[in-house]
């Protein structure tokens, strides 16, 4: 099962790679990772996505939580959340029925085309994961050049919220 | 306002911090800090021959004593010689401060001379490090680096300094913290409460318990409350390889140590266990042999103070995350409260089977080996001579290897503190600097290391540290004159084919190695002088002497776990299984 991680981590050098060897060293993958500080500049806010049942889930977790610089660890997962991932795609068009095909598909998705040459079209789409993969799928054959996903952010929906 | 250099400050730190003593080794990155050491009188430091003993030996002492040990060394090469000792300190949770010179700030990254990311290096196996950027920001690191060691589940802490951090020309004031209060790390200290009074109500009905204790109770100090509720409920009592002394070895309710080379009785006990209470052990692979068929009827009861340790590995029914000492007293006081008394005759019951089992098969009931004769002296033997002539009261190192497994069955150790071992790394070259450590705490105390001859040629040279620094430690070498435990498995797994287990009288003359170094050399070679040689040597209290003693070469480790086996599934001696 898909499990998206949130972490606040004391924004200190040596932080993240800790987070990150943590996985390598316990054998645990991971699928995204994003980071960046957060209104307080003293931290820094980790959506690490990876794939595991509820045992490999809380070991994750507790094992997150013993890292020194570990200030909160939640597994979202567990309640509901909201999940955004950002998507920039380049996409050959130099016909024009496929820059229309591909046009209408954007509107659908309600992306936005953020760069255009005679060659190619660049896409931005916004959503969740799933949301994401069945774009990608959508224009597959019109000649997909390149693909950056920023990885997965979260947020709990309703009144949680993860803060020192 | 007094100004100090980044050097002096880390000194006034370590004092501050309470340290006396640092093990450690001079090289470039961190002259400044050595010209620091030099010009005061507060901190000792015992200069050692290799930085792995200067770890090993900080470590020692942390066993030892219970404080927190501490090493210096330098950069590069400094540093990594440092790392089989920090990784051996994490696996056992020892509570170390390893500080490291590094190249400075200007030059790092720069693969500059005898730069190692150190921070990068060690970072699987440290508890926390720190890269100290600049000289006002020593002492709380210092402060941080002692408090994230010795709290929560103890380990060893590096902090990395840069050579331009404690240079002598920039001087800053000095500060000690009173406290450290950290956002990010606050350990648990008392476990929850309605847990442990559903663990005590389980206790009281177990008709079959086993209190299976590991090295936390070691750790945390928590020996006498766990003998005071083990006593209390009259319960059976199981340590692990870490756990020896934390519940007296020669107590009718000790059942002798768990695990891959544990009594049959205690293994055999686990197994039949219909509540299994674990405090401080971590339900290691070379205790519980194969998870699938790891006692089938047992409630488990886990007591931890790292999270991370519960249900890893067996998933426990009622688990607590607490510090041992803490957890016991409450149960202590609990079971004083509640009205209920434990099912008397159940557990004398069960009394009766552990004591058949003993009497059938356990090692302490009858020898299970063939006995020394002439001069085939069998390594079990030299044990019990050993016991007999410290009269159980020696602190004893061992290294790694069949000496290792023989010291742990056959000295019984009624003390923590006293059995001083590289468990969870196994680290053969452990044992020397380890009794460096404990003979420097404990000067009058007779403090002996166990050793092979493959694993005392692994820090050999600490024999000269011994000569500087007036540590006269015991050897006695159990000389098979092979990679013993590794032969054993050779003879049960590979059918005697010695692959690179053997030395082909290459061996030296321990003898008179023992003697270029200024001590005194042994050799026993019949079973007759064990005991009077023995004597001699423990009666030398102020010489390190060398007893190399030449055992049989074709002794086993027994009883023995069987691979994919259920824990009570033992080879008993080389031809008999359970
Ligand atoms: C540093 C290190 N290298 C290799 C091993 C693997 N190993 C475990 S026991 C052993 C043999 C130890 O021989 P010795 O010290 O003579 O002890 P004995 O088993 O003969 O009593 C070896 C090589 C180890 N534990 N540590
Ligand atoms: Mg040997």
């Known amino acids: 099962m898909k499990r998206i991680i949130s972490i606040l981590l004391e924004n200190e050098s040596g932080a993240l790679s800790r987070v990150v060897g943590l996985f390598a060293q316990r054998g645990y993958n991971i699928d995204t990772l994003t980071v960046a500080p957060t209104d307080d500049d003293t931290l820094s806010r980790l959506t690490l996505t990876t794939q595991g049942d509820d045992h490999m889930a809380e070991q994750i977790v507790k094992q997150l939580h013993k890292l020194i610089d570990t200030i909160k660890v939640v597994d979202l997962t567990v309640g509901s959340y909201i999940e955004r991932e950002l998507m920039l795609v380049k996409i050959k068009a130099t016909e024009n029925d496929i820059r229309a095909e591909l046009k209408s598909c954007v509107e659908i998705f309600r992306g936005h085309i953020v760069d255009v040459t005679p060659q190619t079209y660049t896409v931005q789409l916004a959503g969740d994961s799933e949301k994401l993969d069945a774009f990608i799928e959508a224009v597959r054959d019109m000649g997909i050049m390149e693909v950056v996903r920023s990885g997965v952010s979260g947020i709990s929906r309703g009144d949680k919220f993860l803060r020192v | 306002m007094e100004l100090y250099s980044g050097g002096e400050i880390l000194i006034r730190a370590l004092k501050d911090a309470g340290i006396k003593n640092v093990w450690g080794y001079p090289g470039g990155a961190a002259l400044h800090i050595y010209d620091a050491l030099y010009r005061q009188e507060d901190v000792h430091h015992i200069l050692v021959r290799h930085e792995q003993a200067a770890v090993h030996a900080a470590d020692g002492y942390s066993r030892s004593t219970g404080e927190v040990g501490t ?4 950069s590069g090469p400094g540093a990594t010689n440092a790392i089989t000792g920090i990784a051996t300190a994490y696996m056992d949770s020892i509570p170390l401060v390893v500080i490291s010179g590094q190249v400075p700030l200007t030059k790092i990254g720069q693969d500059a001379f005898q730069e190692t990311d150190m921070v990068g290096v060690s970072r699987p196996i440290v508890k926390h490090s720190f890269l100290v950027t600049r000289a006002e920001d020593i002492a709380e690191t210092i402060a941080k680096a002692y408090y994230i060691a010795s709290t929560g589940r103890p380990g060893p802490v590096v902090v990395d300094i840069p ?18 209060k950290m956002r990010s790390y606050q350990p648990t200290d008392k476990g929850h409460r309605g847990q442990i009074k559903r663990a005590v109500k389980t206790l009281i009905q177990a008709k079959r318990p086993v209190i299976y204790a590991g090295g936390g109770v070691v750790l945390d100090n928590a020996s006498e409350q766990l003998t005071a509720l083990a ?8 340590n692990t390889l870490m756990g020896l002394g934390g519940y007296p070895g020669t107590d009718r309710q000790y059942l002798g140590m768990l695990g891959m080379h544990g009594t049959f009785e205690a293994n055999t006990a686990m197994h039949h266990a219909d509540v299994i209470f674990a405090i401080g052990a971590r339900f290691d692979d070379r205790v519980t042999n194969d998870l699938d068929k790891f006692c089938p009827h047992a409630t488990i009861i886990h007591v931890d103070v790292d999270p991370t340790s519960i249900s890893k590995n067996i998933d426990a029914h009622i688990p607590i995350v607490g510090t041992c000492t803490s957890v ?7 079971s004083e409260q509640m009205a209920i008394e434990p099912d008397a005759e159940a557990i004398a019951e069960w009394w009766v089977q552990l004591d058949q089992w003993r009497a059938d098969k356990g090692i302490y009931t009858a020898s299970r080996y063939e006995e020394s004769s002439g001069n085939c002296i069998k390594p079990q033997d030299v044990i019990k001579m050993l016991y007999k002539i410290t009269n159980g009261e020696a602190i004893i190192t061992t290294d790694v290897g069949q000496h290792q497994m023989f010291a742990a069955q056959y000295y019984l150790f009624d003390k923590p503190r006293t059995w001083i071992n590289s468990g969870g790394l196994g680290t053969m070259g452990f044992g020397l600097p380890a009794a460096m450590g404990c003979q420097l705490a404990f000067p009058d105390k007779a403090v002996a290391c166990v ?3 493959g694993s005392i040629q692994m820090n050999i040279q600490e024999l000269s540290t011994c000569s500087q620094h007036n540590l006269p430690v015991k050897i006695i070498n159990l000389n098979n004159a092979a990679l013993g ?3 054993q498995w050779q003879d049960m797994n590979y059918s005697s084919r010695y692959s690179e287990s053997v030395y082909e009288d290459s061996l030296p003359d ?12 042994m050799k026993i070679t019949h079973i007759d002088d064990l005991e009077e040689k023995m004597r001699e040597c423990f009666a030398m209290k102020d010489r390190v002497v060398f007893m190399d003693i030449d055992v049989d070469r074709s002794e086993h480790v027994y009883p023995m776990q069987m691979p994919g086996g259920s824990m009570r599934d033992l080879w008993l001696n080389k031809t008999e299984r359970t």
């Open chain 2, 71 to 74: 090493a210096l060394v330098t």
């Open chain 2, 485 to 487: 435990m590794v032969r």
């Open chain 2, 510 to 521: 321990f003898v008179k190695l023992a003697e270029a170094y200024g001590h005194v050399g």
């Open chain 2, 231 to 238: 006593q209390k409920l009259n319960f059976p009592v199981t």
């Open chain 2, 328 to 334: 016991l007293d409450e149960m202590n006081s609990l």
């Open chain 2, 451 to 453: 050793t092979g001859e």
């Open chain 2, 163 to 180: 050579k331009d951090v404690t240079d002598p020309s920039y001087k800053v004031p000095y500060s000690y913290p009173d406290q450290v």
